[in-house]
């Protein structure tokens, strides 16, 4: 007697379709899903350090940004007296030939800005070649009562300014900032400091805004635009998608095609 058509066996041959379909789909969607990866913009990130450092008169302290045991800057406070005098100042100076303070310059002097939160500190900006002065006092006198007591520079009694940093990470440029409270004393002729706070961004060349202590730093539009727009290949792991739900996966998306 014949046996009938061995529907086990064409059964057995379909079976084995679909797996090496399926297979092919899962490699063809974690490979879709690598480059995707590889195509999104590197995320940014900013690194915040909280402080409470005070910066009295004839002392100096070392800001390390990203905390890699090597000074990038260093925040000067000096005082000197002579008979009728005093003087009293604070300044900023890069440490290294690379790294550098957001500045300008009045009558060939450089002064440290002293920005306000929300600033942009980033590839565009004004940088010091070296240090820069933040506030000055001076008293004269002699033998007559005080003759002059001035206080100036940007940095002259303000609080939550920001000083605009620039420097360099194995050979690449950061950019960070560092938050103060500058009290100048015109009749004592001193400047004191508190560095209340500092931080950096770890993609290099990316700008970042003063004030902002954690996040994704500040992204151009066209990342944004990237991330909220999908394109070619945001779509393709969805048709690969398909191929991964074996046959009734490749039926559905060639009813649309």
Not at 82 to 107: D, E, K
Not at 135 to 159: D, E, I, K
Request: aromatic share 8%; with cysteine.
């Amino acid at each position: 007697m014949r046996r009938p058509l061995n529907q086990f066996g064409k059964i057995s041959k379909l079976s084995d379709f679909d797996q090496r379909l399926n297979l092919y789909s899962l490699a063809a969607t974690a490979a879709g899903v690598g480059l995707l990866a590889l195509a999104q913009p590197s995320e940014a990130e900013i690194i915040y350090t909280k402080a409470h450092r005070v910066i009295n008169p004839n002392t100096t302290i070392k800001l390390d940004l990203n905390h890699d045991r090597i000074a990038d800057f260093s925040l000067k406070d000096t005082f000197s007296t002579t008979f009728y005098s005093s003087f009293g100042r604070l300044s900023a100076l890069p440490i290294g030939q690379t790294n550098q303070i957001r500045g300008h310059t009045v009558s060939q002097r450089a002064y440290a800005s002293a920005l306000f939160a929300g600033a942009h500190v980033g590839p565009k900006g004004q940088f010091l070649p070296g240090t820069g002065q933040m506030a000055a006092t001076s008293f004269l006198g002699g033998l007559h009562p005080q003759v002059s007591g001035v206080c100036t520079g940007p940095w002259a009694n303000v609080t939550h300014r920001y000083l605009g940093l620039k420097f360099v990470i194995t050979g690449k440029v950061h950019f960070g900032w560092a938050r103060l409270n500058v009290t100048c004393s015109a009749q004592g002729s001193t400047v004191s400091a508190l560095l209340t706070g500092y931080a950096y961004e770890t993609v290099p060349n990316r700008r970042i805004v003063t004030g902002k202590e954690k996040g994704d730093g500040d992204i151009d539009n066209a990342s944004r635009q990237s991330r909220t727009s999908p394109g070619p290949s945001a779509l393709q792991p969805a048709s690969l998608g398909r191929l991964a739900q074996g046959a009734a996966g490749l039926t559905a998306w060639r009813a649309k095609q």
